[in-house]
């Protein structure tokens, strides 16, 4: 690895750049492309879970090239002068922004519904960007308040702090107060709508009415949730996650959109194609499982939370290699990270994984999984 703010060939980064912008010889922008190849690792680190290797270096490396194209020497030459700071490091700070910037985009990308479609819940029948084991919970928040509640036969709406009015929409009956739940009220409940003085106090202070024990409390706020008893808090059935995967084994848990330009259909010595190879392999763990690293599964260090799932792919009787790549694959490593890893031929891995898939037919049930296909894919 070359200095830092320095080139292998000896010449200070921010020179480089300058060089480059006025000769645009390829030449050029090769040591200002050597020099950030080393950090391309520790970038793709801070982001491996929300792209693909092979579109991260694109993108790393059309990023430095937009960085050197976009650098404005005088302005460089100006701040540093005014900030006494070293004109070599010049461009490395311009660069370091553009590439943070980049990452913290890819990852926020990664969680907007175009990326992740919502998908439905099969326990509480809603709409959720991923189920895991803190959404399994189903525990009620400030936002699964009912919007209307009765109080001393007349509706109004839910508040969750004290106000100086509130909203009535008059007596209570049944039909007028399911069409308001149900948001399909009328005209006539339209006109009995109408903003009144605050109606809750105690001991003259103002107060809110809950709108599921009745009683007057300060304000409803997420603290307040975890005081209700047992029956208020949770909206639907609260399992564990090893009872879901139970009794909804074929259940989605997560979904996530690919451009057309992933489906690459490969040939005889590449029979699944790119897009099986990047889609994020479903081994059913909740999310707060961390996966472990290749370093540490290479050492034998075993984490308490895959302790019972090693220990039963020891257990099958597969040579080093297999047993090598089960683990890998456990923790999200892709079929082409683990021929780096081990240092294989990806078709090698393709040919192991098709191996032990024939020979141990219940795999997936061995190992805890909805199907083979979800652990070796």
Aim: net charge negative; charged share 30%.
């Amino acid at each position: 690895m070359a200095r830092l703010n320095f080139c292998s060939n000896g010449v200070p980064l921010t020179t480089q750049v300058t060089k480059f912008k006025f000769s645009q010889k390829d030449e050029d922008y090769q040591p200002i492309q050597e020099y950030y190849e080393d950090f391309m690792d520790v970038w793709f680190a801070k982001v491996e879970r929300f792209i693909d290797r092979q579109s991260f270096e694109s993108g790393f490396n059309a990023k430095t090239l937009q960085a050197v194209e976009s650098f404005d020497v005088d302005l460089a030459l100006a701040m540093a002068k005014e900030r006494g700071w070293s004109l070599d490091g010049m461009f490395n700070r311009f660069w370091f922004r553009i590439i943070a910037n980049w990452c913290s985009n890819i990852k926020n990308s990664s969680f907007r519904p175009k990326s992740r479609p919502s998908i439905c819940c099969p326990v509480c029948h809603r709409d959720v960007t991923r189920i895991d084991a803190e959404h399994l919970k189903h525990l009620r928040t400030v936002r699964d308040l009912p919007q209307f509640l009765v109080w001393e036969d007349k509706i109004y709406e839910t508040a969750t702090k004290p106000r100086n009015y509130a909203v009535c929409w008059g007596e209570f009956e049944q039909e007028k107060f399911t069409a308001l739940e149900q948001g399909r009220a009328d005209c006539k409940t339209t006109w009995e709508k109408e903003r009144v003085s605050w109606p809750w106090h105690e001991n003259d202070e103002p107060m809110v009415a809950c709108p599921f024990t009745g009683r007057l409390i300060p304000k409803i706020d997420t603290e307040y949730f975890e005081g209700l008893p047992e029956e208020f808090q949770t909206y639907a059935e609260s399992i564990t996650w090893e009872t879901f995967i139970e009794h909804f084994p074929s259940a989605l848990i997560q979904a996530e959109t690919y451009e057309l330009c992933y489906a690459d259909y490969g040939g005889d010595e590449d029979e699944d194609d790119a897009l099986k190879d990047r889609i994020v392999r479903d081994e059913r763990l909740a999310e707060s499982v961390a996966p472990m690293t290749s370093e540490e599964i290479l050492s034998g260090t075993i984490d308490p939370a895959y302790e019972e799932l090693f220990s039963t792919i020891e257990k099958l009787g597969v040579d080093n290699v297999s047993q090598m790549t089960l683990k890998l694959l456990a923790n999200d490593f892709t079929v082409s990270d683990i021929a780096e890893i081990l240092s294989k031929k990806r078709s090698d891995i393709q040919n192991c994984i098709k191996g032990i898939a024939e020979a141990i037919p219940n795999l997936g049930e061995l190992l805890g999984v909805s199907r083979p296909g979800s652990f070796v894919g």
